[in-house]
């Protein structure tokens, strides 16, 4: 059952900011996520912060210099529908497309799902873990066969987002307006591990909007695709997945991308793997190789394991498929 | 009374069609009223504290604060003398537990509840309580409660019933004729029922009148439940319980939560409604306990059984329950040496409560898997050694025949529609996706009976009610025995009113389950509107002047057969003088020295993603002997929910004791997850098998809704098999179980 916040729905970003950098306060863009938050007592709220007075951050138009600006507060169900990003993005197409339920994709916004909090049910439940302010990642020693096997410590959550790791892969920016001012940052450098921060999952400060999410220019001889694989088939998110784009030129490839999903506490690029598969054509060695350097490193809790094959063989269904 | 065996039905006019339900159009626009919905005047809202451990003493409890707070009007625990009641047994039922106890043995038991006036303001108060608890080691898997110097759940320990032992002939013996042998070892996971409704209740008193509205499948349990625990007769306990959003049986008896809202709304002089959310519906209103089976069974070269030998633990959960899953070892194939023994462990979570055919669909993930086993040591198709080990009798029961018993047809016919020979045929594939298929057979352990007792009324106007004490869970009770009362009586359906599931104006029914709804209440409609029938036509009799046996009812009207008197029932001048006629119809004992089981066969075709561990079932055959179908569409609307119910058991449900904490860790329906639509193939096909049973009752039915999940499970497991050569031996078969599972066996391509 919610408790009681007060609600505010500015006109400005500008004004949103300065509301939602007071203590407490917390945006709203869909709700998807923030309230099933606040009804579970994973955080309080004073404030809410509606964004559902800035119709200018919806949308999805092409820049004048090429690629694309998606508004913060387009749907997921815009995202995966809109026929340019289908045409030239399919990896955030389908990525957009995998995540949740049709419901949450026509309510939830893809600057909400960037920011959305993590699922792990430890810090989602009725346990006072590290990212809630307590001492302990009841993970280590409990049922972590959702946790990450990357970049874990102290705490072992995996980032739920599927748009992210799509993005990552593009090479998207972010612009965000804070109380002071905005700033465009690359959206590599967007997201924090538990051993920087382990509050938070990215670096905004208090009021921080997203505005946009820019896209650059898609590049000749792209092909991308967004694997994901979870328990069951909807509303549900990935036991691992993976963004993959592949440029390729004269049957070889000329730069390629891969960030995983549902493995660390951040949308996960495996750069070995990228490396090994430059100036290769796809073909089954360089696609096992890749997909073996893809997992190097990594390191499994009790029950999850399994991971490691998994993110070993949706590599090598997806290389090969878009072979 | 009418005569209870009647004719059997030969065409039908009514009963047997694809008919929308008779309540269609209130669930769907939303104006049917669940108990969830209910809003009465002067209602408060009550919002329960529970104890946050898996085990702990309450030391103190401080409802100072809490007391203060806005809108809050009353709070309960086990300080209030009037809620020392006893809830629980212990092994050897001996009482263990109080309805407030102070002794939690599980995340999620009762420690105090408080009203106010609205539901925000309760559960305000209820986080304002101050409670102090003294923890206590726990236990919360059945391996580690059985080991020695386990923590104990129960004083005596942590077996939550002797060994129980059935056996027939001789299982060494029967062992050692064997050719081939198969031992093996399967689990089954905790699945909770997860209505769509959660658990609700609402009483309000009127004097020393307690009437309660609740989210139930047995309103005249909840009944007499609460008039044994407050001490009061049954006329002064009225239960409704109409429009309700399932139970999987978890909703069959009565629960705390409703005998706390009666004490509440006492307290308080005012209606009192409280609801359990998601999350408490996962710890404390039942599951399908875990399950562990060790299964041995040998076969002769030619497909005979030479013996089965099952021993099984169960997980109970904090107090014991029922979990005998041995039912089909014993009966479902024919086999003269059978053993079975079977245990429970207790463990620091939710008492177990029957879930869709109890035992029956774990058993069948063990013995339908070794069955399959079994065919392919001895090189036959498992369709054949199922149907060459078919049996009529129930050998249990001293070789007591079955007025039908459908199994053998259920095969061939399900192998029929599916393509089973040319499916099993067809190539596996050596690329990403590997394609299996499987079969399994089930019966089911029950088939009605009485008592059940059906009153049918006419008006003046020869619109009718049809009175009967059932619930409707959901199943489509309601439009089945309209029909019923539209075949014999020729009205049509929008001319029959619909009065059920109330103890203060139907009589007494038993709850919903067991899939025996059917088989029990509709022969008592039936002869209801019979009695009804002989009764009008005695009427026409009186004023058309003709022998009653010369009359027929039909379309609203009696007329001589060849004659050309008739009348409208409207026109009859006795109806129009009393205004009312009433016919009375009992369910008629099962016939002596005979007994009944609903049998099915289930098939399925699967993919399995070599590289992910991703399954697709891709196609069903669920092919059913329940009987006569008495609607076509609520009748697949069971299969096709049992089905789904089976996918969820074989691939994505299972309930996740944190081991460390004790607490559950996916109480949430986005943890535990059920199947969703894109889990579900859309090639699902029921085929009925009717045997045309007019032994055991006058309906010829026997019940559909838990026949039509048992063998789901283990057929989609066994295409698993068909399409890997890997046998799951633990359900569910989770990406992350099949990628272990393909890792260590060799996956034939
Ligand atoms: C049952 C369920 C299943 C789901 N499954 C998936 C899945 O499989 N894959 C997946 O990727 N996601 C999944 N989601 C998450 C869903 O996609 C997100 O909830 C949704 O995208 C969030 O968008 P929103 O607009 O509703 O965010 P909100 O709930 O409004 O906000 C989420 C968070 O982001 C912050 N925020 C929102 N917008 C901004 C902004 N413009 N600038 C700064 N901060 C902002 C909010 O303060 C809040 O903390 C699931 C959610 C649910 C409830």
Known sequence: ?323 | MAETTPKPWGETTVVGKPLPRVDAYERVSGTAVYTLDLLLPDMLHAATLRCPHPHARVKKVDFAKALKMPGVRAVLSDADPEANIPWHSGPGGKPASRLFDSHCRHEGEEVAVVAAESPQQAWDAVRAIQVEYETLPFVVSMEEALKPGAPAVQEGGNLGSKPNVYSRGDVDKGFAEADALIEETFTTSCEIQSPMETFVSVARWDGDNLMVWDSSQGPFAVQSGLARLLDMPLNKVRVISQFMGGGFGSKLDLSKHTVIAALLARKTARPVKLALSREESFLCVGNRPAHTMTLKAGVKKDGTLTALQLTGTGEVGAYPGSTTVGGQVMELYSCPNVRTEETSALINAGQNRPMRAPGYVQCSWALEQVLDALAEKIGMDPVDLRIKNFIAVHQAQKGLPYTSAGLRECLMEGAKAFGWKEARARARGNGTWLRGVGVAGCLWGYAGGPPSTVIVGLNADGSVILNMGAADIGTGTKTVMAMIVAEELGVPLDRIRIEHADTGTTLYSAPSGGSKTVPSDSPAVRAAALDLKSKLLELAAEQLKTPVESLELRGGEISARGGSQKVAIGNLAALRQQQALVGVGKRAPNPTGKTARPFAAHFAEVEVNRYTGEIRVLRMVAAQDSGRVLNLLTYRNQVFGGLTMGIGFALTERRVMDQPTGKMANANWHDYKIPTAMDVPAELTCVPVDMHDHEWNNTSTKGIGEPATIPAAAAIANAFYHATGVRARSAPMTPSAVIGLLSQGKVKG
């Not at chain 1, 579970?40 to 600006?69: C, E, M, Q, Y």
């Not at chain 1, 009021?207 to 898609?218: D, H, N």
């Not at chain 1, 190097?296 to 029950?303: R, T, V």
């Open chain 1, 1 to 323: 059952m919610l408790r009681a916040f007060a609600y505010q729905k500015p006109a400005s970003v500008k004004a949103a900011a300065q509301a939602a950098a007071r203590p407490g306060a917390h945006i709203l863009a869909g709700g998807t996520d923030l309230l099933g938050c606040l009804r579970d007592g994973v955080f309080t709220a004073d404030s809410v912060v509606s964004l559902s007075g800035l119709p200018a951050l919806k949308g999805i138009s092409a820049n004048p210099r090429g690629g694309l600006r998606i508004g913060a507060l387009t749907t997921l169900a815009d995202v995966a529908g809109d026929a340019r990003v289908q045409e030239s993005y399919p990896v955030l197409a389908q990525a957009a497309a995998s995540a949740a339920s049709p419901q949450l994709r026509n309510q939830g916004t893809i600057g909400g799902n960037l920011c959305q909090r993590p699922r792990c049910w430890y810090y989602r439940g009725d346990f006072h873990c590290l990212r809630k302010g307590g001492d302990t990642c009841f993970a280590v020693g409990g049922e972590n066969e959702y946790h990450c096997i990357f970049g874990g410590a102290p705490c072992f959550i995996v980032h739920p987002s599927d748009t992210a790791p799509a993005l990552l892969a593009l090479d998207a920016r972010l612009s965000i307006t804070g109380p002071r001012g905005s700033r465009t940052i690359p959206l590599s450098s967007f997201f924090v591990l538990p051993e920087k921060n382990v509050r938070a999952e990215n670096i905004l400060a208090a009021g921080e909007v997203i505005t946009e999410i820019l896209l650059g220019p898609p590049q000749t001889g792209a092909r991308s695709l967004y694997r994901k694989v979870r328990d069951r088939g909807a509303f549900d998110f990935a036991l691992a997945g993976a963004a993959v784009v592949v440029v390729m030129s004269d049957g070889k490839v000329s730069a390629a991308r891969i960030v995983l999903s549902g493995v660390a506490p951040a949308p996960w690029r495996v750069p070995e793997a990228e490396n090994l598969l430059a100036g290769r054509p796809l073909d089954a060695g360089a696609i096992s190789q890749a997909a073996a350097a893809a997992v190097k490193g990594a390191f499994p809790l009790s029950k999850n394991e399994y991971k490691i094959a998994l993110v070993r063989g949706i590599l090598e269904e997806t290389l090969a498929s878009l072979a």
